[in-house]
């Protein structure tokens, strides 16, 4: 597919919106990385246990971390989702 | 989308129905992670990690996360069928998408041949339980899965051709079923191990909670042994590869493909650590180890009660889930006998799916011939894509032995990915500004690099662990490759080339051409004079190329009001060049940009020597000559001459500055021929250095000047009718530049060459040619011969990412030019 290709596509913005979408992400970024060094503990504390009662601790953890990064990102799926509808609704 | 007629380019387009919700497009992903990998790969992969697969699975699940989000940012950006291989086409130059593609192709059937075969093994063994007597009539457990796996494949393929919702719908069932007896597996392994006399009893020697999961990581297998079970096992999380290949099928594509991305991640992981913690946590080693004698396994003799069952798991393979189910599920076997089944018919599902999809996506781009970019009329499926995929895989399960190909299949998949986490960074800075992106990653480009890095981390492992997986891989991409530059790159250009609104061939039609774009017949004359004597010495014909601009708001077919207009420039030139007695033919073409079509002409005509006018000096920081000159010297490699327009016919002098013998021969036969009308005039070498040089020196330059005229650059000898008329000057300076500017003043025209200074700015001259271009007090010609064809793709290559590095942000203006706009 080339750069026509995606035009006819109807993947790029219509031109009148280009440059009016930051590209900076719209996920709480200090709560993902905090949910990734969660995730990163986690599976420290699963090597640390080595087999007892904090290697189970650790994995429980890692499933928190999981399912909290998780539901940051989608949070974040739905803000940049409005944001990319309200340049559109401009056009309605 | 279904089929459309696009009113714009008029041509009949091609597309997919948005038929899968969230929902849908979830299980897909999770039925294709939870496949044939859990129920097949588990029990190896405990043999090799210990219980710390728990923590491979959990380590396999972060690595995979941070290609989960280039993923779910590309896949809400440019949702169109193709994932990966689309991405990897926008994003990196050359066949770096093609082999993306073919990898791709290729690893998923792979795939799908694998779970078909699974899908067999799991029949038979359920058939053997049942009694049923297949070896009376000759089916053993190889037949067996052979059998069934081809009836399997075909079935999916039929369940793929009725569509993406019928597809859908199929697979939920299945991976919802899959999940259930994963969840009955781990209810009934977890009460045997913490609460065995709960609720009822089952099996013998429960209770022993988390006893046999110490140590955690056992001293016999170590990090290596983690490592290894993560090179193992990691193919099984990329369900997300088949999630973005349906893009072009799912319903609000911006804001459900990244989140099918991340949610298929938070079941999978769990479930896959779930299965480890139950099967190394419930199972015990006396009893695998009779199983493995009621299956006629061969037992080795250090396999006793007292080793760790992980270790004995190893040896019962892809039934080793179901054996140790039989231990504390009530008919665990057959459960997990039914799981597996279900297992590899959802990832046979996806699998078929994704690489359908790939091939239809290669046959819309013409990587792959026609046929796979034909969509079905009433069932809006590729359905010869398909019917294709289908047959590969029913081919592999046949015929193939297949387990050989299947890790070469795993490092195809890694070299996707890496080449997608590069992809992510440079469509970024190509489009980021023209974008709707429904989730743009946090941290970039930290994510990407690191997807990048434990990408190649882990390709590499492979090499140590399966070197022959290697020699695959590279015998599969030499193929790809091979077919890519006898046939895709062809077909590919042909369908980005602009269109030809009228065209008039000359009756003796030569191999070769000078191409001359004509913009106005009076400033092209001196262009016309000099491309006809090279075409009447060289024995090739005069292609005279007027382009007709649209803006990239109007479609090419706007142009046609414009022939009538342009019509009388070309006739005007042609009858200019008749009266050289050369073969003529005159071409008009429409395109947004006049390069394209000037490249596009270039590689019909198989143009030799290319001749351009240039109105002066242009001050960009971007450019080195101007951005349309550029751009075509970029893409064309031909003999390019690229001359300043001037009214002044009559030369007398000129000046050509040798700065190295390599590339004089095409500036001397350029001046040799503009000078062929005056036998009077002079021409002049000049070579510049810092310090004195010695009459031997000079000779010996002298000697290798013509050397290169004689030998090298494809017979330009031919083009110079006297070398008596050069003479040949030294001077000694400091600032060259400065020198050569200096003595211009006394020529009507000053050639130069390309410039050695920077190596991947060869193809545009070089900013030494440029600056003098600017100093020069006479009209200048700028010459750059042609290269060796491999020499041109790699500074190809390399001026891609140089130039991205030039374009930095999206947002700017340089960017936007950088596209054209």
């Known amino acids: 597919m080339s750069y026509e290709d995606l035009e006819e596509h109807n993947i790029f913005l219509p031109e009148e919106h280009w440059d009016e979408l930051d590209l900076s992400s719209s996920v709480n970024q200090p709560l993902l990385l905090f949910t990734i060094i969660l995730g990163l503990v986690s599976c420290a504390l699963m090597v640390i246990g080595g087999g007892d009662a904090l290697t189970w601790i650790g994995a429980g953890l890692f499933f928190v971390f999981l399912y909290s990064f998780t539901w940051v990102s989608n949070a974040g799926i739905e803000n940049q989702n409005e944001t990319v509808d309200k340049v559109m609704e401009k056009d309605r | ?821």
């Open chain 2, 1 to 821: 989308m279904s089929n459309t007629t696009s009113e714009e380019s008029g041509k009949t387009g091609v597309g997919l129905s948005r038929d899968l919700s969230l929902f849908d497009i979830t299980m897909i992903g999770v039925g294709a992670m939870i496949g044939a990998g859990i129920f097949v790969l588990t029990g190896e992969a405990a043999g090799v990690a210990g219980p710390a697969l728990i923590l491979s699975f959990a380590l396999n699940g972060i690595v995979t996360i941070f290609t989960a989000m280039v993923y779910a940012e590309l896949g809400s950006a440019i949702p169109e069928a193709g994932g990966g291989y689309l991405w990897i086409k926008e994003g990196l130059p050359g066949s770096n998408a093609f082999l993306a593609g073919w990898m791709s192709w290729f690893a998923h059937a792979v795939a799908g041949a694998l779970y078909a075969l699974g899908f067999g093994a799991f029949v038979y063994e359920l058939l053997r339980m049942l009694e049923v007597p297949l070896l009376q009539y000759g089916i053993d457990l190889t037949l067996g899965k052979k059998i069934f796996g081809v009836f399997i494949a075909t079935t999916f393929a039929y369940i793929n051709f009725r569509g993406a919702s019928e597809t859908g719908k199929a697979g939920n069932i299945v991976t919802i079923l899959k999940v259930i007896v994963i969840g009955i597996f781990c209810f009934f392994g977890l009460k045997f191990m913490f609460f065995p006399d709960w609720w009822f009893s089952f099996g013998e020697g429960g209770g022993m909670a988390t006893s046999q999961l110490q140590p955690f990581i056992p001293d016999e297998t170590g990090w290596l042994g983690i490592l290894s079970a993560m090179g193992l096992t990691f193919i099984a999380f990329e369900g997300y590869e088949i999630i973005v290949q349906a893009g072009e099928e799912v319903k609000e594509p911006r804001k459900n493909i990244p989140k099918a991305v991340f949610w298929s991640l938070a079941i999978v992981v769990p479930i896959y650590m779930l299965v480890a913690f139950v099967l190394v946590g419930a199972s015990q080693s006396e009893l695998l180890i009779s199983a493995l004698h009621t299956i006629g396994a061969d037992v080795p003799a250090q396999l006793t009660a007292e080793v760790a069952n992980w270790k004995i798991l190893r040896h019962v393979g892809e039934l080793g889930l179901a054996r140790a189910a039989a231990q504390f599920v009530p008919y665990g076997a057959v459960l997990i006998l039914v799981g597996g089944v279900l297992s590899t018919m959802s990832a046979l599902n996806a699998t078929t799916f994704s690489s359908t999809r790939v091939s239809f996506a290669m046959g819309r781009d013409k990587n792959l011939p026609d046929v796979f970019a034909e969509i079905h009329p009433d069932k809006h499926t590729p359905h010869l894509a398909l019917f294709w995929t289908a047959c590969l895989i029913i081919f592999m399960v046949a015929f193939v032995p297949i387990t050989t190909v299947a890790a070469a299949a795993d490092i195809m998949f890694l070299l996707l990915f890496l080449q997608v986490n590069i992809a992510v960074i440079t469509i970024r800075k190509k489009y980021g500004d023209k974008l709707a992106y429904g989730y743009l990653m946090p941290f970039y480009p930290v994510v990407p690099i690191i997807g990048i890095v434990t990408k190649l981390a882990l390709a590499l492992f492979m090499f140590d662990h399966y070197p022959i997986a290697w020699v695959y891989v590279i015998a599969w991409l030499a193929v790809g490759f091979g077919i890519y530059r006898f046939y895709a790159m062809d077909r590919e250009r042909e369908k980005e080339a602009t269109p030809i609104l009228a065209e008039e061939k000359t009756m003796d039609v030569k191999p070769n051409s000078v191409l001359i774009p004509v913009a106005n017949p009076e400033t092209s004359q001196q262009h016309i004079d000099l491309g006809a004597r090279i075409a009447r010495l060289s024995d090739s014909q005069l292609v005279l190329l007027h382009v007709i601009t649209v803006p990239s708001q109007l479609p090419p077919r706007a142009a046609t009001d414009f022939v009538e207009k342009a019509r009388p420039i070309l006739d005007k030139a042609r009858e200019y060049a008749e009266q050289y007695d050369v073969p003529v033919s005159t071409q008009m073409r429409v395109g947004h940009k006049p390069a394209d079509a000037i490249i596009h002409t270039a590689q019909d005509k198989n143009t030799e020597y290319l001749i351009m006018g240039w109105k002066g000096a242009v001050h960009k920081k971007e450019t080195v000559i101007g951005s349309n000159i550029d751009h075509v010297l970029k893409e064309s490699n031909t003999h390019a001459i690229v001359m300043q327009q001037n009214g002044q016919k009559a030369l007398n002098r000129i000046l050509v500055p040798v700065a190295n013998p390599e590339t004089a021969p095409l500036g001397l036969a350029v001046a040799s021929l503009l000078m062929e009308d005056n036998p009077k005039g002079k021409i002049d070498l000049l070579h510049v250095t810092p310090d004195e040089m010695s009459p031997e020196e000079k000779g010996e330059f002298k000697d290798k000047v013509f050397e290169f005229v004689r030998e090298k650059e494809g017979g330009q000898e031919a083009l110079i009718a006297d070398k008596s008329r050069f003479s040949f000057n030294f001077i000694t300076s400091k600032d060259h530049e400065k020198a050569i500017a200096e003595r211009s003043g006394d020529y009507d025209r000053i050639v130069l060459g390309t410039s050695q200074d920077e190596f991947f700015r060869r193809k545009v001259f070089g900013k030494t040619p440029a600056r003098l271009a600017d100093q020069a007090r006479c009209p200048v010609i700028f010459v750059r011969p042609k290269q060796p064809g491999f020499k041109f793709e790699m500074q190809d290559f390399f001026q891609f990412f140089r130039e991205l590095e030039e374009m930095g942000h999206p947002n700017n203006e340089n960017s936007k030019k950088q596209q054209g706009n």
